[in-house]
């Protein structure tokens, strides 16, 4: 579930609700939110890649699918996923304890192995 933060992310933006609408060009999306038009060129190629969204001439619409379930007045909106990821990603990111504490040192590796010959010992 990679594509669950971009898909959240264009969930809070209301990008999905934007392009239901009126279909865009990244220029028209960022433009109409107020994005850099890097991050909206860069969202809408991912969501369209993921099937999210599809792209003619340029313009950008929701899917059929993305109309069902990730539009906020659809009776079959999948909110509930998107509170949840919001709730739990950010702190999950910056949490200290996302990164490992122990060090790996040489000393602190499994020692090698002596290579064995086919028959199962160690060879001299």
Not at 64 to 81: D, I
Request: aromatic share 8%; net charge positive.
């Amino acid at each position: 579930m990679l594509w669950l933060p971009a898909v959240t992310v264009a969930d809070e933006l209301e990008v999905f609700e934007s392009l239901a609408r009126e279909p865009a060009t990244a220029a028209e999306l960022a433009d109409r939110h107020g994005f850099q038009l890097r991050g909206a060129d860069i969202l809408l190629g991912l969501l369209t890649a993921l099937k999210f969204c599809v792209s003619h001439l340029g313009r950008y619409q929701v899917t059929e699918p993305t109309r069902n379930y990730l539009l906020r007045a659809s009776p079959f909106y999948w909110g509930g996923v998107f509170v949840q990821q919001r709730a739990v990603q950010p702190d999950a990111c910056r949490d200290s304890r996302c990164r490992s504490s122990r060090r790996i040192t040489p000393s602190s590796r499994s020692p090698r192995r002596s290579p064995r010959s086919k028959c199962g010992k160690a060879a001299r």
